[in-house]
């Protein structure tokens, strides 16, 4: 270490006592120690004032005349360069300002440095600590409000697909669609799958599997003594971590995805199953996500099953009508046509449906067949 030759013109730092003292913030001042190379090596302290003692706890005396490694010796390993940094200023690259945290300290500072003289540097600076806190704190209120944004968008789109669903072949895009927004919340899903108990006792599940790229097989009925079970109990399951055994069996089964755990979540119709290509996932606010998600195909599949079922037994019956030799006609309060088996002598249905009843009946019943349908809506509105 050296100081360079005019070094020995340095001014005495006692002489700024008076000016540092009237600051209210800290202040210092340093000469700048040189390696062999002339590469700034470390700098040495001259003087500081009463606000630079309160602001970081260092005492004049412990410093004055001191080295700042020797000094503060962690200064050497924290990640902002102080003496490199420091170093320009002194060979008159120009003042700086900046916010920088010393780790040695565990504070922040807002730091001013400037060098009045050749190889020389004063630092002003002052504690902002507590205002960096709460900026920090207000940054991570705004990061979890953006969060919660998120996960109610994504649980609201979710919510609209799973009520949109009318038959079993729906599942496939709505799987699809809840896969892509559980990745958008954070949730590590590979897959994800609805298991429907069809015959608890036998263990007979259909599931209905997506990856990203759509259906992993065709649905497809199976024993699945743990789905089963979970389903009856209503108690999710989760594995973090699957055994080496079933790596391979998982490999087959998800084609080729290293699946390496899956939460299961039972609701009222079968199980709701997501797996991850990651261990130790699943943390408490996701299980939650996945719990209000298993809800929401409670409601969605009872409603696809009834309306199913609506549907299957309107075909039975359109079957049965439309192989009767009779005409069946159904129609609205204003006896417009809404059903008709057969169409009428000379139409099509699609030509009868909308017309009035009474077009059907020959023209000299057709007054009887008026007061006849005007007689019964009577007594229907009476009752």
Known sequence: MKNRP??????????????????????????????????????????????????????????????????????LDDPFDWIGTYGKVALGDGAISSDQYAEPLQRWFAVTTYSPEPDHFATVFR??????????????????????????????????????MTQPDDLESVLCV?????????????????????????????????????LLSPPHRRRARMLTEAWATREPIITNQIKEWERKIFLEKFDGLPIVSYYHVPFNL????????????????????????????????????????????????????????????SVDLNARIRYINHPAPGKTIEQTLGSDLVDLVHPQDRNRATKTFEHVIERNEDR
């Open 127 to 164: 504690d902002i600590t507590d205002q960096r806190s709460t900026i920090e704190e207000l940054r991570g209120k705004e990061d979890q409000l953006q969060q919660q944004n998120r996960k109610q968008a994504a649980i609201l789109r979710i919510s609209q697909v799973v009520q949109e």
């Open 178 to 214: 809840c896969l892509e927004q559980l990745r958008c919340i954070g949730i590590p899903a590979g897959t994800m799958a609805i298991n429907l108990v069809i015959d608890a006792e036998a263990l007979q599940v259909e599931t209905y599997r997506v990856d990203s790229n759509g």
């Open 6 to 75: 005019h070094d020995r013109r340095a001014p005495n730092g006692r002489r700024f006592g008076s000016l540092f003292n009237l600051l209210p913030s800290g202040a210092a001042y340093h000469r700048m120690v040189y390696d062999d190379e002339g590469a700034p090596a470390d700098y040495i302290f001259l003087e500081i004032n009463d606000a630079f003692e309160q602001s970081t706890g260092l005492e004049r005396k412990a410093l004055i005349g001191r080295s700042v490694s020797e000094a503060l010796p962690g200064i």
């Open 270 to 329: 079968g199980v709701v199953s997501v797996h991850s290509v990651e261990t130790d996932v699943f943390n408490e606010g996701q299980r939650r996500d996945l719990q209000q998600v298993a809800e929401l195909f409670s409601v969605g599949v009872a409603r696809m099953t009834d309306l199913s079922a609506l549907s299957e037994s309107e075909r039975e019956w359109r079957q049965l009508v439309e192989n009767v030799r009779d005409v069946i006609v």
